[in-house]
């Protein structure tokens, strides 16, 4: 059983367009997050949520909307795509927000053309 | 969060002891040091952390020098599935942050047959 999944694996769009990431986690945790791998590998936190209440929001641009319908699912919006939204999105989670150890899912990498 | 160095690469013969150095001369008394890993195209995951006795686990051990400026992470037989870039965090409690983990460029470990 996979602990924390991502759909889709790969995405591809053209500017301007609005996509949707999906995550779900299995393993009862009450605090999800999302974070973005750009090209040079640096690995940056999005958000952070806890009892699907927004805990961080690290600077993101508006047009990127989180959305968690219950504490398992935490899915990413993205508005009017930009070339500079290409990355890998990584979703993770943890047992709750003081846990030290965070679970993440396998990645979305997202072209923007 | 205190800063952290770790070279930006290393190899390691298969079957031998990695041993994976982090200079954080910053670090804060309340502050812990983690190490997360990320093998090729996977999600990072969780290896161990530490605030200042040494820590082992069934993955890795963790040493940290007493006056904490400087820890290393010790893959006792390693093997080829243990290459990855290992990153080495530093931060408080992760509730005051909103759970946030902040990577660095992290070292790319190459283990060789």
């Known amino acids: 059983d996979t602990a924390v999944s991502q759909t889709p694996k790969y995405l591809v769009t053209q500017m301007g367009n609005d996509k949707s990431i999906k995550c779900e986690q299995n393993?009862?945790?009450?605090?999800m997050y999302w974070y973005k791998q750009d090209s040079k590998k640096f690995l940056k936190i999005m958000f952070s949520?806890?009892?699907?209440?927004?805990?961080i929001n690290e600077t993101v641009p508006n047009r990127f909307s989180p959305k968690s319908p219950d504490k398992a699912h935490l899915n990413l919006h993205i508005n009017s795509l930009e070339l500079g939204d290409s990355a890998v999105y990584f979703c993770?989670?943890?047992?709750?927000?003081?846990?030290?150890?965070?679970?993440f899912g396998p990645g979305t990498r997202l072209t923007v053309t | 969060d205190a800063k952290t160095t770790q070279p930006p690469s290393m190899d390691c013969a298969e079957g031998r002891a990695a041993n994976l150095p982090c200079n954080h001369s910053t670090i804060s008394g309340n502050e812990y040091v983690y190490w997360y890993r990320q093998i090729h195209s996977q999600g990072p995951q969780y290896i161990i952390h530490g605030l200042k006795n040494n820590e082992t686990n069934e993955m890795a051990s963790l040493i940290i020098t007493e006056d904490r400026k400087s820890s290393t992470l010790i893959l006792p037989h390693a093997t080829l599935r243990d290459t990855a870039v290992y990153y080495c965090?530093?931060?408080?409690?992760?509730?005051?942050?909103?759970?946030?983990?902040?990577f660095g460029q992290g070292t790319e470990l190459s283990v060789k047959p």
């Open positions: 965090i530093v931060r408080v409690a992760m509730y005051n942050q909103g759970g946030k983990l902040i």
């Open positions: 993770a989670s943890s047992q709750t927000l003081g846990s030290d150890e965070q679970y």
């Open positions: 949520y806890n009892n699907k209440e927004l805990i």
């Open positions: 393993l009862g945790h009450d605090t």
